[in-house]
């Protein structure tokens, strides 16, 4: 079975203007339940762009040392941290697939 994360239904963002490319753009999210506002730059807009579909950490993980071409144990622990900061704020759910 695989754990994947996805955006939660509540969630409502603005992107930057290309994440496609890693640059500075900046993403507002906020949590429609608590009205909190999340501000994402950088890689954190890159990786909230991958989460447009259903992703496990490790197709994270991957696409973001691709992206960025830096090795996977160098960013592997920062965009795991990122991910349950999200999680915890309820911008992410988890889903099991079989």
Known sequence: MTEKLYRSPHTAFIMGFDCSEPHDDTSYLANLLTSEITVLKGPSTVIWEILDQPASTEE??????????????????????????????????????S
């Open 60 to 97: 994270i993980v991957t696409e973001i040392s691709d992206i960025y071409g830096l090795p996977r144990e160098t960013i592997a622990e920062s965009v795991l941290v990122f991910l349950d900061s999200l999680l915890n704020q309820g911008l992410l759910h988890r889903v099991s697939e």
